[in-house]
């Protein structure tokens, strides 16, 4: 039998993912404000082929309408790439890295957006295949290819902290190397500009001086303008402040002709709307950002878990129960992420507002859990609620301070500080594959629905492997704030009517969602994590938006320089068995996105070993192993025997749950955080 290693790797829950940037690289040059920064660039047409330099035996010419390869006559030599870009480097596959994946055939790491529009320009001039990777948490491949340029903007920092915004077709001043403090002003909006590498808890870190936050993902390493915030991109403040796209006040980015361009209300604001909901890699390169930022709060996280030792149990019934609570909840101002397995339920939800403080929060769950405890064969929760007197506090004991030195070190821990630990200065993200996901957004009246238990229950994976895995991971992370937007964007709009994102695991003909989509023919799924191969994917992921994001993405890419499947415009290229991505010959009839070029896949074995976890499930620290369920739990849960009968949340150290599943406080306790080894 496979051990469980090679089982845990073939689902979302094991996968590591790498680090998001860090940003005190240096920053972008204020870019230049030519008439060119505002103006739609103009069709240029297919790519030429660019002659041989010589003749070469056994090699032809690109084929018209096709992406080069490096088996072309006209494929650029390193020494090529190396006149335009110097730090252009050939990029082997490295060791273990996948199963039999390719990977481009260079990589330049920008450092300033005047790297990026010369990549940008030389991969249209050579007809490369380009890809664009930012932090690497996308879990459908498309920031990888088996050929071309692969452009990392990961490096690009800077942060400049504002009392407000106000768009201008010039843009927002440049971010400077160290970020400034300011006073915020009641009644004001503050912002803040920055670069498109930094992190949520870098971008986070580098303003809390001034006693702000920003939006961003549940986990710190995920970067705020890449594709999580271009796409919708949620987190454990989105009910409060909205979703991710909600956040932008301007863009900068490098379109497919190469030019800088100011993207906002003022200045091309077609683009603007585009990029908030359009997704990643699409539209141009964000090269960077402002967003909104708001005053510091105090967060309280209540961690709570719940199993069944009984063959016959009501534990989907409790779940199913849960989530009728869920529109009272985020009225309440609480969001959270919770797991279901075959025997048992893990919860982390978050308060602000008038539950955050310890006794309001005990309070406030008693009544639930109780209920829930009451359903047949279901045991009462083990429960610790945790106060963290600012959002960086509650960061830093999720998942470990990245501006503090790890025990008995000077430096920060290396897991830890965002690949800036000794001997990781120049470690560039690391693209994942595609994950095995499948996904649904669901609402309030989604919960109503008399089949709902039953939904829960058909995507159970017990059985797989003989090894129990969770069936749904939910996310609480909209309604509120996220519902009531101020500005019109191009997000999915049922990402409006929704209230919770619900990932489980698609393996054709063995488990999918499929009974949530019964339940909510309405609704739509998050396309950052979601089935690759979604039937219907232009109206699930971008409902009634696509139409005018294929007519923006023709004026601003109409050679299809950035291609992303599944993305706007996606089928107007396809992979073809050689590896070779060129332009449809016939029109794409399928209701199903077309195949990647990239072969990289998730799913078959191969234990990844990223120390991260799922870019909008937060899950602790991980390991090192790519194990995140000790193997203890993971038997009681298979195995249906429960817990150790024990008080508080010691049998759960009993089996091995990481100490971040129940964070440390802030306040007395905050000796125990002090060093960032500590969680």
């Known amino acids: 039998m496979r051990s469980a290693f090679a089982l845990l790797a073939a689902f979302p829950l094991a996968l590591g993912m790498p680090h998001g940037p860090d940003g005190d690289m240096p920053a972008a040059p204020k870019p230049a404000t030519p008439s060119a920064a505002v103006t739609a660039p103009k069709p240029a047409g297919p790519a030429p082929a660019i002659a041989p330099t010589g003749a070469v035996a056994g090699k032809t010419v690109t084929p018209a309408g096709c992406k080069a390869l490096n088996s072309d006559a006209d494929f650029p030599t390193l020494a090529e790439v190396r006149a335009v870009l110097p730090e252009a480097e050939p990029r082997p596959v490295p060791k273990g890295f996948s199963l039999g994946g390719k990977r481009p055939d260079y990589l330049v790491r920008a450092e300033t957006v005047a790297d990026v529009q010369a990549a940008v320009k030389l991969a249209a001039k050579r007809n490369l295949r380009l890809s664009v990777i930012n932090s690497g948490h996308d879990f459908l491949g498309r920031n990888d290819a088996p050929s071309g340029l692969s452009l990392d903007v990961s490096l690009l920092g800077g942060v400049r902290v504002l009392e407000s915004f106000t768009p201008t077709e010039k843009g927002a001043e440049k971010p400077g190397k160290a970020p400034n403090t300011i006073v915020p002003v009641k009644g004001k909006q503050a912002a803040v500009t920055f670069g498109a590498g930094l992190s949520t808890q870098r971008l986070n870190n580098l303003i809390f001086p001034s006693k702000l936050l920003t939006m961003g993902a549940a986990h710190g390493s995920v970067s705020v303008a890449g594709g999580w915030g271009q796409t919708a991109g949620h987190g454990p403040l989105t009910p409060v402040y909205g979703l991710g796209v909600d956040q932008f006040l301007e863009f900068k980015v490098v379109t497919a002709d190469g030019q800088l361009r100011v ?110 405890a009451s359903f047949p064969g279901v045991k009462p929760a083990e429960t610790q609620i945790s106060e963290y007197d600012s959002f960086k506090a509650y960061f830093d004991s999720r998942f470990g301070a990245i501006d503090k030195p790890a025990c008995g070190s000077v430096v920060p821990a290396p897991h830890k500080q965002k690949r800036h630990g000794p001997g990781m200065e120049m470690a560039a993200p690391r693209p994942n594959g595609a994950v095995p996901l499948d996904s649904r957004l669901l609402g309030a009246k989604h919960f109503a629905h008399p089949d709902l238990v039953a939904a829960f229950k058909a995507t159970a994976s017990k059985g797989l492997g003989g090894v129990s895995m969770p069936s749904l991971q939910g996310h609480l992370v909209a309604g509120g704030k996220a519902a009531h937007p101020d500005d019109d964007t191009a997000v999915l709009p049922a990402w409006r009517n929704a209230l919770v994102h619900l990932i489980g695991t698609r393996i054709p003909g063995v488990v999918s969602v499929d009974s949530l989509r019964k339940i909510s023919p309405d609704s739509g799924a998050y396309a950052n994590e979601a089935y690759y191969l979604e039937e219907n994917w232009k109206e699930t992921f971008w409902g009634a938006n696509y139409p005018k994001l294929s007519t923006i993405k023709t004026k601003y890419d109409p050679d299809m320089l950035f291609w992303a499947t599944p993305g706007i415009n996606a089928d107007l290229l396809e992979a073809r068995p050689d590896g070779r991505v060129c332009r449809v010959t016939t029109p794409y009839t399928r209701n199903t996105p077309p195949r990647s070029d990239n072969s990289v896949s998730a799913l078959g074995g191969a234990v990844i070993t990223n120390p991260d976890s799922m870019s909008g499930f937060p899950k602790g620290n991980g390991t090192a192993k790519g194990l995140q369920i000790p193997p203890a739990l993971l038997s009681a849960l298979a195995k249906g025997t429960g817990l150790p009968k024990s008080s508080g949340s010691g049998n759960l150290g009993a089996l091995g749950v990481p100490a971040a599943v129940f964070p440390t406080p802030t306040g007395a306790a905050a000796k125990e955080t002090a060093c960032a080894g500590g969680h």
Request: aromatic content about 14%.
């Open 263 to 372: 993207a906002n209300k003022v200045s091309n604001p077609d683009l603007f709307w585009a990029l908030r909901g359009g997704g990643g890699g699409t539209f141009g390169v964000v090269v960077e950002a402002t967003v909104k930022a708001y005053p510091d709060i105090p967060v309280t996280v209540t961690t709570w878990w719940m199993n069944t030792t009984a063959e016959e149990h009501g534990l989907w019934d409790a779940y199913g129960y849960l989530h009728t609570q869920f529109p009272d909840m985020v009225a309440r101002g609480i969001s959270g992420y919770y797991y279901i397995y075959p025997g048992a339920m893990r919860a982390m939800m978050v308060h602000v507002g008038n539950t955050t403080a310890t006794a309001a929060a005990a309070s406030f769950w008693k009544p639930h859990l109780e209920k829930m």
